[in-house]
Structure formats: C-alpha cells, structure tokens
C-alpha cells in the first residue's frame, strides 16, 4: 500500500508511526499538497493528506479512516486500541484530544504561514493557540502519573500526544518556551527513542 503525504504533516505522521508499529509494508511517496496539487487530486479530491492507496487500488483519505483501517488488518489483538468499553473510550478521547491539538496548531501555521502579512488575523491566531495550549496541558496531566497516557502500553493516545507535541514544538515553538509541559516532554523523549518516532521526525523542507 502507498502511504501519500510527507512526515511534517502530523496527521501523515500519525499515519506513518502506526504503519511502522503494527509492521505493515508500506511505500510513502512524499507529495507536497501546496505543489502537487494534480497529482494528490487524482488520489482526493479534496487534495489533502495523508492519502492511502491499497495494493488493489482502492483509496482511503483522511488519517482517521486510514488509522481505522490499519488496526482492522494489523492490530488483531487490539495493542494500540482497546476493543470496547472503558479503556477503548479513555484511549480514544485521549486521542482526540492529540488530534485536535494537531488541527488547531495546523490552522495557526497556515494563518499565519500562507496568508499575505496584512490579512492575517492575530485575535484567530490567539483563539487556536489557546486551544492548542488547554489541549497540551490536558495531555501533560494524563502523562503525569505514569509510563504512558492510559494502561501499561503504548496506545494510539501516546502516538497521537507525541506527535502533536512534536509539531507544536516545529510550528509553534514560542508555545515550549521554558518546557511548560514537562510530563508530556518527557513522554515524547522516551517515545523518540523508538525507531517508529525517529525515523518520521518531521523533515523540513
Ligand atoms: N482530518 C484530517 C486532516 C488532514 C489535513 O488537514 N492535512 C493537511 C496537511 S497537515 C492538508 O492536507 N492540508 C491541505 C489542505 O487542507 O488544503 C486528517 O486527520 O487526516
């Protein structure tokens, strides 16, 4: 299967990490969505990413379906999701709460990365940080008292905290000044040790 989209998008990351925890083969072919806009519409219409192709051709987009679709083939014993009650609901509203993080600091990097200096507009910019912030500060609270976000293995919550912890830090970094999210830091520090973290850090570029 084709994984389209590159690593500095987190949403693709996300994807990414998944693909390389539950040992799926994958190709990722790295398309820009600002420059290859032909080439990703054939793929979605929408021309957003991450995209997936499977080996039959079929399509998947958005990394919530593409995510779903994974733990279907690849996660029988149900590692990086509970299959039902509590702990799949604790997992997947801390999971949410990475991936709202991910869409508030994308807004605010487009905001203020794509719009001419004179139309962007600081009182948005300010409302969707201060999402993304009340979103980290609940994430540091739920890696305080222990290894990881929920149970006693690394699930989706953890991919989900780390990787928007990771892009705040690239897109926002005036937010991590002084490390105000020192549980959620840490996790993230012990999660980059992993080969499936290293090897998608974001490339700039
Ligand atoms: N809800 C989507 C969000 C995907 C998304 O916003 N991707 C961005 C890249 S970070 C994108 O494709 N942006 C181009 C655009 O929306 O025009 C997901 O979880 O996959």
Redesign the pocket.
């Given at each position: 299967m084709q994984l389209i989209?590159r690593n500095?998008?987190?949403?693709?990351r996300?994807?990414s990490i998944a693909l390389k925890l539950l040992g799926l083969d994958y190709e990722q072919v790295e398309l820009p969505?600002?420059e290859d806009t032909d080439k990703?519409a054939k793929i979605?219409p929408?021309?957003?990413?991450?995209s997936m192709v499977l080996d039959g051709g079929e399509t998947l987009?958005?990394?919530?379906?593409?995510i779903d679709h994974l733990l279907e083939v690849g996660d029988p014993e149900h590692r990086l999701l509970p299959a039902s009650g509590a702990d799949r609901r604790t997992v997947l509203r801390l999971a949410g709460i990475g991936?709202g993080i991910?869409?508030k600091a994308?807004s605010s990097?487009?905001e203020r990365g794509r719009r001419p200096k004179e139309f962007i507009y600081d009182g948005w910019v300010k409302q969707v940080e201060g999402q993304v912030e009340s979103g980290l500060a609940a994430l540091n609270e739920a890696a305080s008292n222990s290894d990881f976000l929920h149970g006693d293995h690394l699930t989706l919550a953890d991919v989900n905290a780390v990787v928007a912890h990771d892009f705040v830090c690239t897109a926002e970094p005036y937010l991590m000044k002084n490390d105000p999210y020192p549980a959620l830091s840490a996790l993230a520090k012990r999660c980059g040790e992993q080969a499936s973290f290293a090897d998608t850090m974001f490339k700039p570029g």
């Open positions: 989209g500095m998008s987190p949403f693709v996300r994807t969505t600002a990703i979605n929408v021309i957003r990413v991450p987009l958005d990394s919530n379906a593409i991936h991910m869409e994308v990097a487009y």
